[in-house]
């Protein structure tokens, strides 16, 4: 094996071999995934990571990190590769193979990560895995001490001090090309032209004096860029919809395979849908509306033909996400579920799917919004969706909820008339009635915003007389089937959060 030296590598010097071979390894694998496609390694780690890690630790990191749980993940995987690549470098004052053993079982996580994975980045992981015990057996041989005469000394630094450099360089130069070419310019492009492409319908217009924003409430259509996002992607998968494929198929008569324009042969409507995600806590942001444009899923499923049997259309994005709609909700001739392409006038922005996603009304996003859709299959129950898996619930309709935005927990304000606004939702039922009271005492009814359609929210304002000191509002929905909200307080799972949403306050005279 390798050559044994009598006087070993400085530490410093072993450690900046295991950093510069690891960092090398990482940045030829971005270029090979930039290149051949797929996930980099690095991206395929962290997914297989979040796919792996206890739905308890996943809630953890949501509420310390909030939507900000992705770069949390990222930084404390960058943290933890630069300490074993250290640590494999210092394995390896002596001899180059202890640290290339390690960083060659790094290499092969990398490899089993990408395996896991539904788009094939297995060639960028090998290419890492060769990349990373290579640049690891030439540092560690410019770092080896020729002897320990002052002059061999300098000339041994000078000679780590260029080739260390070099591969600085190339594995920066890896790096960014391989992001540039996986962020592909293409996509970009690609919303480009789909812009042009997706047919002119005419759009329901949202009626004057459906929000009260100048009483605190949210605006009624949420821009796009303010849009809520949840998701499992470590990184916003990259789908030009000239490459992008629907497949339809299971228990059908007659399965399909859709090209973007072809889809976009099909009728396309415009609807405007409040969607909510299930991890919404009482008094949360995980709410937000938009007009969708898209083909109804209905026409899809009639064109296709489901067989008897069948239950449920079990999504599945390019990353390997999966969600289960139950078919009859689907199926129903008014439930205005769409394969949408675009959102509030614009292609679906990448974060929210692009090329297509689905959108149900009614349904909470994780059974029925799946973006980046590539696959959809008639089936069973018998299949588990991703959540379900982790032990969320198979169905998942919309729960009647209601929020206070104003006044906001913690503020202070002149007492006498409050005004105290928020939102109210019951996708696909409508809401009849908001109510609010201050300190427990009795509810009073809520102005409401007029009514756009069942399937979004409802804005509401209450003036309520209050003196000064601290005061609690709280607010309760009813919904047209005449369902008042439930005080019971329950968690987000297994099938969304229930309570009335109380806000403190205080008045001064
Ligand atoms: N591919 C994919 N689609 C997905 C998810 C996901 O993790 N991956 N999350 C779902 C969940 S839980 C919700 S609430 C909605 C959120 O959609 P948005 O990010 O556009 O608001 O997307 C759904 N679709
Ligand atoms: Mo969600």
Redo the contacts with the bound molecule.
Sequence with gaps: MGSMTSVPIPRLRAAVAGLLATGAALGAGHLAAGLAGGPSPFVAVGGALIDLTPDPVKELAISLFGTADKLALQTGMVLVIALLAAVAGLLSRRRWWPGAIVIGLFGLIGVAAAMSRPSDGVAAALTSLVVGVVVFWLLHHTAEMAGEAPAEVDAGRRRFLITSSLVVLAAGAAGIVGGFLQRGAGVISSQLAAAARIPKVSVPPIPPGADFVASGTPTFLTSNRDFYR?DTALVVPQVRAEDWRLRLHGLVRRALVLSYDELLQRRVEARTITIT???NEVGGGLISTATFVGVPVRDLLLEAGVRPGAQQLFTTSVDGYTAGTPLDVLLEPDRGALLAVNMNGEPLPTEHGFPVRMVVPGL???VSATKWLVDAEVTTFDRQHYWERRGWARQAPIKTESRIDRPRAGSVVPAGPVTVAGIAWAQHTGIDRVEARADGGRWQPAELATDVSRDTWRMWRATLDLPPGGHVVECRATDRTGRTQTPERRPVVPDGATGWHAVEFTCTS
């Design positions: 949840i995600c299930v991890s909470y996003g994780y």
